[in-house]
């Protein structure tokens, strides 16, 4: 491989990364907009590398998107997540972390985001301790212009710090629920990202 090929085929990790952290954010943010599942419904499900570890549960999200309609697809997010009160399934590190909601991993998190120069844009309904929101940060640190910011060193670091203790545990009460469908091939593909970015991390210390 020339040095050209290898930066090349490095970005093109890293925006697929940061492209999949983004398509985290979406779908667990809300209930999916018809367009976002229709381009997921027509996505590409073999890998460029045959037996890459997020090839089978990519592969069965889209199939998973491809079964469902729109509706359903809408109504398994809000039984599982929305709901007045307390959802059946929390998206939330302070509760997995903590037990409960706006606690100290949640003062924790706005500090570091602080210092990354980021806030909780006050248009969003949700903490910034919900699991979309930590996947946009996570976007940002890979794919944002500000080099002193969006870096290899910030993100191992906010993972560890911010998704890695609890982010399995979100995806077991994702799987268990016995609504979950669409969410559970989402979990899935969630928990084997989380393994490669973790491994990846880890090769950097």
């Known amino acids: 491989m020339t040095s050209s090929s290898a930066t090349s085929s490095a970005l093109d990790e890293e925006t697929a990364r940061a ?63 929305g709901g007045v009160g307390k959802p059946e399934v929390y998206l939330y590190g302070s509760h997995y972390l903590a037990g409960f909601l706006n606690e100290k991993p949640l003062a924790a998190l706005r500090g ?36 002193a910011v969006a870096n290899l060193t910030q993100q191992k670091r906010f993972f560890g710090n911010h998704l890695q203790p609890w982010a399995v545990a979100m995806c077991d009460a994702i799987q268990q629920h016995p609504r979950a469908v669409f969410y559970a091939a989402t979990a899935e593909l969630t928990r084997a990202f989380i393994s490669v970015e973790l491994q990846g991390f880890d090769m950097l210390t």
């Open 112 to 147: 570091d985001l602080a210092e990354l120069g980021l806030a909780r844009d006050e248009a969003m309904s949700e903490t910034e301790d919900h699991v979309a929101c930590l996947c946009e940060v996570m976007r940002y640190l890979i794919a944002g212009d500000d080099v």
């Open 19 to 81: 492209e999949l952290y983004g398509l985290l954010a979406a779908l667990y943010y809300a209930p999916p907009p018809a367009a976002l599942l229709a381009q997921l419904r027509v996505a590409v499900t073999d890998a460029p590398a045959p037996g890459g570890f997020l090839e089978e549960p990519w592969r069965a999200l889209v199939s998973v998107a491809r079964q469902l309609d729109d509706a359903a697809i809408h109504q398994e997010h809000h039984a599982l997540f």
